[in-house]
């Protein structure tokens, strides 16, 4: 059974500072790492993907892999209160099921 | 990205009433899911499809059935609603490109009543 874990939240970060969101995922055959973002009421939103263990950058957002440690993680700088939204991390096996989803980190940017 | 257009976005039905939610996207994509969401909590894969007249059962056990006639198509349908059925429903499609990754349309509230 693959498993995706994230700490639930809420994870509270002040406006301008760097939110820190972590995911641990079990199947060390995982090929694809995917950030979505969530507003409440709204559907997921794809933020970044990594395929290959270092970090990626995009903008404010940087994605970090670490395969041996089974460890993704994404990092925002510059936090803005719109980013106040639930962070999915979803992994793929490369299977046509689709991605397993983490049930997602509530993120709460303060003025 | 993928379009994908899901019909309708708010319905409000009484117990025991058909209803099929209607999913399709303009890209081509060879993978569908459906996924169900209530409020708050974690998505469940409910139903998922490699390919046209491909069907396959998610991680959650669903009442709905859904079926993939043409490609761009993945309609779900719920025989007789119950109010355990309110939910979110969410559909989504992969391929192309990008492989893997998944593109969510906006979903479809289903209230029961």
């Known amino acids: 059974q693959k498993e995706v874990e994230q700490n639930s939240g809420p994870l509270s970060v002040p406006e301008g500072a760097i939110a820190s969101l972590n995911c641990t995922y079990s199947?060390?055959?995982?090929?694809?790492f995917f950030w979505y973002r969530q507003y409440s009421g709204k559907s997921p939103e794809l933020i970044m993907f990594?395929?290959?263990?270092g970090d990626k950058e995009d903008g404010r957002f940087t994605a970090q892999l670490n395969k041996a440690s089974q460890y993704v993680s994404l990092l925002i700088r510059d936090s803005q209160p719109s980013d106040s939204a639930t962070y999915l991390c979803?992994?793929?096996?490369?299977?046509?099921?689709?991605?397993?989803f983490g049930k997602g980190t509530h993120l709460i940017i303060q003025p | 990205e993928a379009d994908i257009y899901q019909t309708p976005r708010y319905l409000v039905i009484g117990t025991g009433k058909k209803i099929t939610l209607e999913c399709s996207q303009t890209?081509?994509?060879?993978?569908m899911y459906w996924y169900q969401q209530d409020p708050g909590m974690e998505l469940h894969l409910i139903h998922y499809?490699?390919?046209?007249?491909?069907?396959e059962k998610g991680d959650l056990s669903s009442e709905s059935t859904v079926s993939r006639i043409r490609t761009e198509h993945f309609p779900l349908t719920l025989e007789s609603a119950r109010p355990s059925h309110t939910s979110q429903y969410l559909c989504?499609?992969?391929?192309?490109?990008?492989?893997?990754?998944?593109?969510f349309g906006e979903g479809s509230w289903l209230t029961v009543v």
């Open positions: 199947d060390r055959g995982s090929q694809s």
């Open positions: 990594i395929y290959s263990n």
């Open positions: 890209m081509g994509h060879d993978k």
């Open positions: 979803a992994v793929s096996g490369g299977g046509a099921d689709g991605l397993t």
């Open positions: 989504a499609s992969s391929g192309g490109s990008r492989g893997n990754t998944i593109y």
């Open positions: 499809s490699y390919g046209v007249n491909s069907t």
